[in-house]
């Protein structure tokens, strides 16, 4: 399986973007879909969950302006970032992970979001 993460781009601050996660076969079988982010000179931190409950956690600094969403049917999933700020930018990758927050897969390109004026 593979996932490719795409929809990043320059945005200003308070706009909006959504990204998309699509996957090369089913993933109504992975239990955690996750999107993580990687700003420049940090570390790679966890954004959004959702399982296949479906239900969805998010990092403190994204809740309420954050959500996650997939669609098992069309092997897709989601992330619709509004009120963005600069801190916001960063590279954004999905995967899927166990109950046991195991990753399946190895990291992608990402997307990169770029939050500026």
């Known amino acids: 399986v593979q996932l490719q993460a795409s929809g990043g781009g320059l945005v200003q601050p308070g706009g909006s973007l959504r990204l998309s996660c699509a996957a090369s076969?089913?993933?109504?079988?992975?239990?955690?879909m996750v999107w993580y982010r990687q700003a420049p000179g940090k570390q790679r931190d966890l954004v959004a969950s959702?399982?296949?409950?479906?239900?969805?956690v998010y990092e403190g600094s994204v809740k309420g302006r954050f959500t996650i969403s997939r669609d098992n049917a069309r092997n897709m999933v989601y992330l619709q970032m509004n009120n963005l700020n600069p801190e916001d930018t960063a590279i954004y990758y999905c995967?899927?992970?166990?109950?046991?927050?195991?990753?399946?897969?190895?990291w992608g390109q990402g997307t990169l979001v770029t939050v500026s004026s």
């Open positions: 959702i399982t296949s409950g479906p239900s969805a």
């Open positions: 076969r089913s993933i109504s079988n992975f239990y955690v």
């Open positions: 995967n899927a992970e166990n109950r046991y927050g195991v990753r399946y897969f190895a």
